[in-house]
């Protein structure tokens, strides 16, 4: 039977779920419009996030009380990925581009290089959440919006991509699936002998075999469906992969992160958070035991900031006893 407990102390959340789990939940940072692409840089001991919707880097130091900040002149980026060698280099997915950010991480301007336009996957296409994969390789979904609206998605209009950035600031570009409408977080199992992806428009995640020296995709099957836990209404969004292979899942519009098997495909675990929208999910911390997860806080309406003050934060994790997949930098070739 399961129990749960919850205490809340200002800005301080406590959790048991299942008995056998204990964890602290809190708020690591300010709020901001759309907390989005968390990252935990282990050499630089620093997560670095985004504002979806402002087009600003964050970096926040381990232990630091501020994060500072840089602004990318775009209309919109969902994630920001260390370049591996490199102190100052980043590759941003941003709106219809993906560009080069170097930035220092102290002052608040850096300098930014378009790479690739979106036009090379197709003109009305937009970027989504990326990640880089163990050999460095970018992964990427894309989407296409309806004219009616901000966030009304084109029917089978997006796609998956992955990118290899070379060292003349190219782009290589590889359509790995297509005919998608809103693919959102992508990661790999341990081994790397799986590639999962989130098709947040039907509610569930893909599990296709992966190589990870070609970057080629294999067989397919349904890892989790949504639907099959009507409690929860949202969408599958951020996911990553614990120490165990287990896949931890933010569910947008629920208040919760899941944590599901990876053979049944069943929630084996959750974590309630104080504000629905949740986002971006990784893994990191000194010790690697940490967990980070994004969310949102949908400033135009005024009666859902009044109810979730705290909504936009990256929120921190800890006492977790477990690990979980590191973040992945860019390679360039």
Known sequence: MEKCCLLVVTLLIAYCTQGALSFVIRQLTEPVEFAEGVFWDAEKSALFYVDADTGTVYRRNWGAKKSTSTKIPKQSIYSVIPIKGSRDEFIVTAYHDVVKLTWDGRQDTGTVKDLEKVGSFGSVYELND???????????????????????????????????????????IEEKISNLTFPNGVTWSNDDKYFYYTDSTTGTIERRDFDVAT????ESKIAFDLAEYPEYHGIPNGITVNEDGDLDVAIYNASVVVQVDKDTGKITAKAHYVVPQLTSVAWGGPRHDNFFVGSMKLSEDEEYVEKYPIAGTVFIVSDTNKTGRPSMKVVVR
């Open 130 to 172: 990326a990640k880089a994969d163990s050999a460095g390789r970018v992964w990427v979904g894309t989407y296409q919006l309806e004219s009616s609206g901000r966030y009304g998605f084109k029917q089978g209009g997006g796609g998956l991509f992955s990118l290899t950035i070379t060292n003349n600031d190219k782009v290589i």
């Open 215 to 218: 970057g080629t995709l294999g």
